[in-house]
Nanobody, 121 residues
Framework: QVQLVESGGGLVQAGGSLRLSCAAS????????MGWYRQAPGKQRELVAR???????NYADSVKGRFTISRDNAKNTVYLQMNSLKPEDTAVYYC???????????????WGQGTQVTVSS
């Protein structure tokens, strides 16, 4: 059984910073891409940032220059450093990882339970 557990959400004033963490645990053979998505009330879930196992990254245009994604492969953990936060960044943030549970098996997407980020103006 694989679990993704997020932490680090909360309430912050505009211009402030938060750091999200997501640790994968359980029966894991390998992890490929890891990423962060967010969903605001009444909106569809959208990509925030992704990082490959080799460290290549991509970001949504709305967060470029403000957010930084990183990962620690030894700890099966992905981070999202969020700076210069804006009220429009308010959403539930979800961790995602493409995981292979045994050698030769297909990769499957796993999701965390979500963590609320609220930015006040």
């Amino acid at each position: 059984q694989v679990q993704l557990v997020e932490s680090g959400g909360g309430l912050v004033q505009a211009g402030g910073s938060l750091r999200l963490s997501c640790a994968a645990s359980g029966s894991i053979f390998s992890i490929n891409d890891m990423g962060w998505y967010r969903q605001a009330p009444g909106k569809q879930r959208e990509l925030v940032a992704r990082i490959t196992s080799g460290g290549s990254t991509n970001y949504a245009d709305s967060v470029k220059g403000r957010f930084t994604i990183s990962r620690d492969n030894a700890k099966n953990t992905v981070y999202l450093q969020m700076n210069s936060l804006k009220p429009e960044d308010t959403a539930v943030y979800y961790c995602n990882a493409a995981i292979r549970v045994i050698m030769g098996s297909a990769r499957r997407d796993y999701w965390g339970q979500g963590t609320q980020v609220t930015v006040s103006s």
